[in-house]
């Protein structure tokens, strides 16, 4: 079945996604890729300012995305003046038929190609070879997946998927001889086979990864030295070029250079950086100079420009690294995550250059971890743009009768919260007591619960937080600050004890707590499901909730609601009559531990050392959506010992309904922390947000894991000093 059939049925799409899960091979290779990436990315950053150099090469790109037409006015200008012929193609079939004609009317025969994702979204290989051309990859991994018939699985190494074994199979069936799987013997069969196929070439293609107007210069930028091959030997040079490849000046060039390969593939440098200014000489060719060509690929790139939330992924400098760093691609790989493009930015361009349907799909698989946002070199706000694309197929598409329900209940709070009490009487013959005395859900026939059998569903809670605020608030003399809690769902309804000990510790701290009862769901779960309207409904009903009173600050236990408060609601009622209290509420918004850390500013001593091993689960939306990192680690071991775990912020598998709609990857993310906590020897883990206590603590209950999952609230209010 092919990639695009599999993107239009949700049901071979899960299909493949759980082939790629039982690939052994496949997880491994990818799993040892990530963890050397990220310390290797860490390590060769440090030598360079990283945010400012990304800020810099945001604005040189936006700056370059407003000018588009000025900028391809004065390269074109100045590539004519050195030689260079240069198109401009509409469409991708414009694009496939210009090169096309360019070979004919050169009487080419042999096509050699550098790697270019751009040929790959016209498809370009499959439009020469309909024309009887031989066209060659010569790039080694995209030889190897052009011998397979496979699109590539990554941007930068895009046989990253495939084994040694399976590589020298294919290089057996291409040279007619047996293979050693040694690698650098399977490197010398490669480098004698397209010697010959560099010596015959009549036309080589080449991508390009800048476009410089101020002296129409083109830019490649490798580590094999292929594509130097391929630009030079044979009579005709054809460059096909996004019109986002467009830069001002060679300044900006470098300064992005100097993050491509760090952020690609962890070095300071390519091999092989090489910029051509025009037509040079070529001895192959009647002229003596090189037949050079620049194709310029629209393929929808100017009504992108004037998009004002997706024209920042023209920021892109294809570094692969939003792949590198998924938690998703890291389980199933790139043919999972994209159709051309892989990755957070190839789930988008995919929307935009491939079509929606295929889109369709694709954008439901990011789990919305933010690591993609946290280190994209351009710093494109990828996890928001594919929400907006979630939110514009719903607009166009609708959301099918169980999300419109939804949509339709949470809208209205009293139906949303009087739906949840019943539910929680209605889940009684189906609950029991599990470890700590947590309420699980147990005796549910295995038929309903299907893939999600790899975790203990929590109970809904007999009473919620709410339906106890009267009787718990307490009142204090003189309090040292006035606060509201913001609860989120969750917390209010299913772990209603970490609010009570949350009020607990601040009343111990002499902090005074309020509890907007009309105050609602923050809306996440909506605008993660593309409900935006519904989600921008629920945003204004909490911004009501909180106006009316002054607080110091308002605080929430789930990260997940403090970063969607942050950094979603100015965005969604940027235009909402609400949008000035809104700002109000968002600059007020602080997730737990940084408001006991930072702002309480605790002290060891405002506490029992418990000698309890803890470790820490760092929350995706905790250090990643509000940057926030050290705080719990320190407030840790102000109450216990602090227990290091291996990849604390990498995602636990939650990620709200992502879990539901994919729960064969968020199990294996699940169990991949799990192995991780294990490892640590820690007797409690805790975390700062109730959705990963709900999948962590579901994982160790199903296992019967020797280990406490809590939130840290827990931790510092079972720990902190009473004051006399």
């Not at 198109?87 to 090169?99: K, V, Y």
């Not at 892109?316 to 792949?323: E, S």
């Not at 250059?353 to 280190?375: F, M, P, T, W």
């Not at 907007?516 to 605008?527: F, H, K, S, V």
């Amino acid at each position: 079945m092919s990639n695009s059939e599999k993107l239009g049925s949700e049901s071979a799409y899960h299909k493949d996604i759980d082939s790629a899960l039982e690939d052994g091979f496949l997880r491994r290779t990818l799993d040892t890729f990530a963890v050397a990436y990220r310390a290797n990315r860490e390590a060769i950053f440090k030598e360079v300012d990283e945010r400012g150099l990304i800020r810099q090469i945001a604005d040189a790109k936006d700056d370059a995305c407003r000018h588009m037409e000025e900028l391809y006015t004065q390269f074109r200008a100045e590539a004519e003046k050195r030689g260079v012929i240069v198109h401009r193609a509409a469409t991708a079939a414009d694009a496939n038929e210009i090169i096309a004609r360019i070979a004919k009317e050169n009487d080419v025969k042999y096509v050699i190609k550098s790697k270019s994702m751009t040929a790959e979204e016209i498809h370009l290989n499959t439009r020469l070879e309909a024309d009887g051309l031989v066209v060659d990859e010569t790039d080694l991994g995209e030889w190897i997946i052009q011998l397979r018939h496979e699109g590539p699985s990554h941007m930068v190494m895009p046989a990253i998927h495939l084994s040694r074994q399976q590589v020298a199979d294919d290089f057996a069936k291409a040279t007619g001889d047996p293979q050693d799987t040694d690698v650098q013997r399977l490197v010398k069969v490669a480098r004698v086979q397209l010697r010959r196929k560099y010596l015959r070439a009549d036309m080589g293609v080449s991508g390009c990864n800048f476009a410089v107007a101020e002296n129409g210069s083109v830019s490649t930028v490798t580590n094999e030295g292929n594509a130097e091959m391929v630009t030079t030997l044979p009579r005709v040079h054809v460059v096909l070029a996004g019109l986002d490849k467009l830069v001002p000046t060679l300044d900006v060039a470098l300064t992005a250079l100097q993050v491509l390969p760090r952020n690609a593939t962890a070095q300071r440098l390519t091999s092989y950086v090489t910029f051509m200014d025009g037509a040079g000489d070529c001895a192959a060719s009647p002229t003596g100079k090189k037949i050079m060509h620049v194709v310029f690929l629209d393929n929808g790139r100017t009504e992108i420009a004037k998009d004002p939330i997706f024209s920042q992924i023209f920021r892109c400098v294809r570094c692969g690294a939003c792949a590198n760093v998924c938690p998703v691609f890291r389980l199933v790989g790139g043919h999972r995550m994209g159709y051309v493009y892989i990755g957070a930015i190839g789930l988008i361009l995919t929307y935009f250059y491939h079509g929606q349907d295929k889109a369709r799909i694709l954008s439901q698989n990011c789990i919305g971890c933010e690591a993609c946002k946290n280190v994209c070199a351009g710093g494109i706000d990828l996890p928001r743009l594919i929400r907006e694309i979630r939110a514009r197929l719903v607009e166009k598409n609708g959301a099918g009768l169980p999300m419109s329900l939804l949509s339709s209940v949470m809208k209205n709070r009293k139906m949303f919260h009087n739906l949840i009490k019943f539910a929680s009487f209605a889940q009684r013959p189906f609950t029991g007591t599990g470890k700590d005395n947590v309420s699980y859900l147990r005796h549910l026939p295995a038929i309903f619960l299907g893939k999600h059998q790899y975790k203990a569903l929590p109970a809904i809670a007999a009473e919620s937080f709410r339906d106890r605020w009267a009787r718990i608030k307490p009142v204090l003399r003189e309090p040292r600050m006035r606060i509201a809690l913001f609860s989120g769902c969750a917390q209010d309804f299913i772990f209603p004890d970490q609010l009570e000990a949350f009020v607990k510790l601040m009343t111990a701290l002499n902090v005074e707590v309020d509890f907007p009862l009309e105050q609602t769901c923050c809306g996440l779960p909506l605008d993660v499901m593309g409900q935006r309207a519904t989600a921008i409904e629920v945003a204004q009903q909490n911004v009501e909730a909180f106006a009316h009173k002054k607080y110091d600050a308002i605080v929430t236990l789930c990260a997940s609601c403090a970063s969607h408060i942050r950094n979603v609601y100015p965005e969604i009622l940027e235009h909402s009559p609400y949008r000035q209290q809104a700002e109000t509420l968002v600059q007020s918004v602080q997730p737990f531990s940084a408001f006991l850390h930072d702002t309480l500013g605790v002290k060891a001593e405002d506490f029992n050392q418990s000698g309890e091993k803890v470790t820490l689960h760092l929350p995706c939306h905790l250090c990643r959506g509000c940057g926030v990192t050290d705080a719990p680690r320190e407030l840790i071991a102000q109450a216990a010992e602090y227990v290091p775990c291996t990849e604390e912020d990498v995602c636990c598998g939650f990620g709200g309904s992502y879990s539901m709609k994919f729960p064969e990857v968020a199990a294996q993310l699940l169990e991949n922390k799990l192995n991780n906590v294990q490892a640590s020897g820690a007797d409690r883990l805790v975390t700062d947000c109730p959705g990963c206590v709900l999948q962590i603590r579901g994982g160790v209950e199903k296992k019967g894991l020797p280990v406490k999952v809590s939130h840290i609230v827990e931790l510092m209010a079972e720990n902190v000093r009473t004051r006399g």
